[in-house]
């Protein structure tokens, strides 16, 4: 049974940083390309950050790059996702799943974990 599992959301004032956990379970974890999604009051979830099944190549939307950074430990088939200089427009909830093409066509999803950076 798969299982996705993210946390270490949380308030955080503008300019702040966190970083955000994805405990998976029921993959074969380094096969798999990963990402990290958002969805913010009001909008549609979005792609934020990938990494694909390398481990080493990453793509990031525009309103991120640089700011953000995908990561994961295999050993503990865990993804990751490091925010610095957070904005206000970062709110809302975080989601790791992997990344496909047609991702917006993904059933299954975890809890994700709220991000709110205040201004």
């Known amino acids: 049974q798969v299982q996705l599992v993210e946390s270490g959301g949380g308030l955080v004032q503008f300019g702040g940083s966190l970083r955000l956990s994805c405990v998976t379970s029921g993959f074969t974890f380094r096969r798999y390309p990963w990402a990290w999604y958002r969805q913010a009051p009001g909008k549609e979830r979005e792609l934020v950050a990938t990494l694909y099944s390398d481990g080493i190549n990453t793509n990031y939307a525009d309103s991120v790059l640089g700011r953000f950074t995908i990561s994961r430990d295999e050993s503990k088939d865990t993804l990751y996702l490091e925010m610095d200089a957070l904005k206000p427009d970062d709110t809302g909830v975080y989601y790791c799943?992997?990344?496909?093409?047609?991702?917006?066509?993904?059933?299954?999803w975890g809890q994700g974990t709220q991000v709110t950076v205040s201004s």
């Open positions: 799943n992997t990344f496909r093409l047609d991702w917006a066509s993904i059933a299954d």
